[in-house]
Nanobody
Framework: QVQLVESGGGLVQAGGSLRLSCAAS????????VGWYRQAPGKQRELVAS???????NYADSVKGRFTISRDSVKNTVYLQMNSLKPEDTTLYYC?????????WGQGTQVTVSS
């Protein structure tokens, strides 16, 4: 069973940057497309970015050009570099795989962007 631990969130001013990390246990992590999600209170969970096992990436229109997803298969870790942050990026961020039943969700990491 894969276990996910997100970290790297924090409080930053608009225009600033953060780098999120998602560390996973379990060999299945490297065999799956993995994504970063975010969910604001009262809203549906949104897929922000994803990366497949070959390194191909996809981004939501709202973050394209500002966020970069990457993965280190040796460390079983996926990263999300977040630049030019906006107040509307404020929420909890989670990682998980795409497709099929999700792995157990981690606790997420809170990103707060002040204007």
């Amino acid at each position: 069973q894969v276990q996910l631990v997100e970290s790297g969130g924090g409080l930053v001013q608009a225009g600033g940057s953060l780098r999120l990390s998602c560390a996973a246990s379990g060999s299945r992590f490297s065999l799956n497309v993995v994504g970063w999600y975010r969910q604001a209170p009262g809203k549906q969970r949104e897929l922000v970015a994803s990366i497949d096992i070959s390194g191909k990436t996809n981004y939501a229109d709202s973050v394209k050009g500002r966020f970069t997803i990457s993965r280190d298969s040796v460390k079983n870790t996926v990263y999300l570099q977040m630049n030019s942050l906006k107040p509307e990026d404020t929420t909890l961020y989670y990682c998980n795989k795409l497709g099929g039943f999700p792995w157990p969700w981690g606790q997420g990491t809170q990103v707060t962007v002040s204007s």
